[in-house]
């Protein structure tokens, strides 16, 4: 049966679950094929290429057909074309899920937006990961509060996520750390192989319509070991674009917000983001950490300009800052001096 988001008398926003195809002459044990592929909804196998589908093991030219015919059978409406009045439905199911800093949260018009990927990125130790914890926690409150009522999933590809901290930040929005944690599935992404098949295998906990925010942190890191020679960055880029069209499917049809991290690569006259004309065709937000400056900075999005906020992390997890103060950094947390 459909997991319906509630727009009213509309249904045009549905999770459609696969086992639908049965009805349509699909058998089990092809359905059980796609899943182990990643496939878990309708709307997966309808946004999936012949090209793609073909090549998972025993899906002949014409299984693969037939299957994509009994999809669209069953599609959700927005599959297809539908009213300009019917999208903006839709786009009411949007949440922002607070960053713990209202200035941030200002800048991104309210908050990390669901239905897009925002992407934060800066130097090492400008409070990227802390940033990410922080909203792992607001998450989960509720929406009056900065929330979402959802739960979280977390990509951790190099290591950095504790669930200690999540206990600390926890403690200042009046959460039970320990529950916090049982709301955040975590995945330590040991390649970017690895790290596809994690977000392959989110679509089954992502049908449930639970889960609000997506987590990758970072998106670069392992394909950064994996494809480090220069013959290699071609297949590298095309390894992104495959992974960022997936997030970008993910959180439009389970409308999630994916919160990705990235790192800076050390340019000639300044800093730029590794990749980052892959970044620009799928992200919707951009935000820069920068430590010499102890600023925000807003580097691109939809419906906002450029702006520059004060921001930094203590134990407690991401806050605001006012313009004038002075930050000074050291090993365990950034102390605001006023």
């Given amino acids: 049966m459909p997991i319906e988001e509630d727009f009213g008398d509309d249904d045009i926003f549905e999770i459609l679950d696969i086992d639908q195809l049965q009805n349509h002459g699909i058998g089990a044990s092809d359905i059980s094929k796609l899943k182990a592929s990643g496939y878990w909804t ?79 990125f800066g130097e090492f130790r400008t409070g990227k990961s802390q940033l990410s914890m922080t909203a792992s926690v607001i998450c989960q409150l509720p929406k009056d509060h900065g929330g979402a009522e959802g739960k979280v999933a977390y990509i951790d590809t190099e290591g950095t996520f504790r669930p200690e901290r999540i206990r600390q930040i926890s403690d200042r929005f009046g959460v039970d750390g320990e529950a916090a944690c049982e709301n955040i599935i975590y995945g330590r992404a040991l390649n970017s192989e690895h790290q ?49 069209s997936k ?41 820069i950490l920068a430590q010499v400056l102890s600023l925000l900075e807003l580097m691109g999005m939809s419906l906002l300009m450029p702006l520059q906020r004060g921001f930094s992390c203590a134990k407690a997890g991401a806050k605001s800052v006012s313009p004038n103060s002075r930050i000074v950094r050291t090993a365990q947390s950034a102390k605001l001096l006023t």
């Fill in 196 to 244: 596809m098949e994690l977000l392959n295998g989110l679509c089954q906990n992502f049908a449930s319509g639970e889960f609000r925010l997506l987590i990758v942190d970072s998106i670069m890191a392992c394909f950064r070991v994996d494809y480090c020679g220069r013959g290699e960055l071609s297949e590298r880029q095309q390894k992104l674009g495959q992974m960022l």
């Fill in 42 to 120: 309708i709307s997966s196998v309808c946004a999936a290429t012949r090209r793609n589908l073909s090549k998972i093991k025993g899906f002949s030219e014409q299984k693969t057909e037939k299957v994509k015919e009994a999809a669209g059978k069953c599609a959700p409406p927005s599959y297809n074309f539908i009213t300009a009045s019917e999208l903006g439905h839709i786009r009411r199911k949007v949440c922002r899920i607070s960053t713990g800093s209202k200035s941030f949260d200002a800048m991104l018009g309210g908050g990390i937006q669901t239905m897009s990927i925002t992407e934060v």
């Fill in 247 to 287: 997030l970008s499917h993910m959180a439009e049809e389970f409308n999630v917000a994916v919160l990705m991290v990235s790192d800076f690569a050390a340019g000639q006259l300044r800093y730029v983001v590794s990749d980052h004309q892959w970044w620009d065709r799928q992200t919707k937000s951009r935000a």
